[in-house]
């Protein structure tokens, strides 16, 4: 994998997806915050039945998801 | 572990903590949306270094926590 050397060596994401996925297909969502080792909000989707997706944050569709889990 | 039989085999979590953890420790939050397997949404927060906790998704904290990260 691409490695990178400016301080994000913990990111877990070397890109992202911003095509829609839906919720039916989601086992979980991670959210993994700006931290020591990664510089910047990563989010990672597990889904059914198996398989991991890095989504870009900045997505409207991944914002309006991350609204939604925080007014349940 | 209590094995629930009505229909929440597939959940993570038996019990939740209701306390504040400051988010200095936590390495990621995981979501686990209402599924087909685990009839309640499950949040769970990954420690540093290490541990687990399942968080009370109805806690005052929890909630700020979730809409802090949705504003982002």
């Known amino acids: 994998a691409i490695l ?10 070397v890109k992202t997806a911003s095509d829609y996925i839906s919720p039916k297909r ?4 991670e959210i ?3 931290g020591s080792t990664c510089r910047r909000t990563e989010i990672i ?4 039945p198996s398989g991991k997706v890095c989504v870009n944050p900045e997505a409207p ?12």
């Not at 989601?26 to 969502?29: G, L």
């Not at 989707?45 to 059914?48: A, Q, R, V």
């Not at 569709?61 to 349940?72: D, F, N, P, Y």
């Open 32 to 34: 993994r915050p700006v």
């Open 26 to 29: 989601y086992e979980s969502i």
């Open 45 to 48: 989707i597990k889904l059914k």
């Open 61 to 72: 569709w991944v914002k309006k998801l991350l609204k939604r889990i925080a007014s349940t």
């Open 4 to 13: 990178e050397v400016n301080g994000n060596l913990n990111c877990r994401c």
